[in-house]
């Protein structure tokens, strides 16, 4: 049941171009900032590209992508959403990623099976290029 909820999901978030990502599971305190304004974000929210994603003291969230891709963040942290293409009639993909502080775990989805290449994780101490599925990166 789960599964079929997922799916039907990611199918509804292709409807709309601006949203990425929806938040399957929050626990606690987590905030969305784009350009307009800040949310706090719950269960079934859309995320899109270049908001602001914060997390409080024992909160979390996970976020699944238009690609299938799932990243959870923990708590204390700070991600930016700063670029994701997913057209696969084109051909085009690009995810970028920004953690500012905190942990992030995260399994890769179509983006990285079709283009590895165009995913790219910034850090304040490094950039990192993602060639393998899952991945856990902590930030002080």
Known sequence: MKKILLIISILFISLYAKDIAFAQKVK???????????????????LSEKMLITTGDKSGIT????????????????????????????????????????????????????????FIFKTPEATVGIRGTKFMIKVQ
């Open 63 to 118: 976020m699944i992508f238009k690609d299938n891709s799932v990243l959870v963040l923990g708590a204390n942290s700070i991600l930016i959403l700063d670029k994701y293409i997913f057209a696969m009639k084109e051909k085009s993909y690009k995810f970028e990623l920004t953690l500012n502080k905190g942990t992030v775990s995260f399994e890769s989805g179509k983006i990285g099976e079709l283009s590895p290449e165009n």
């Open 28 to 46: 606690g305190e987590v905030t969305a900032k784009d350009n307009e304004k800040t949310i706090t974000v719950k269960q079934s929210d859309w």
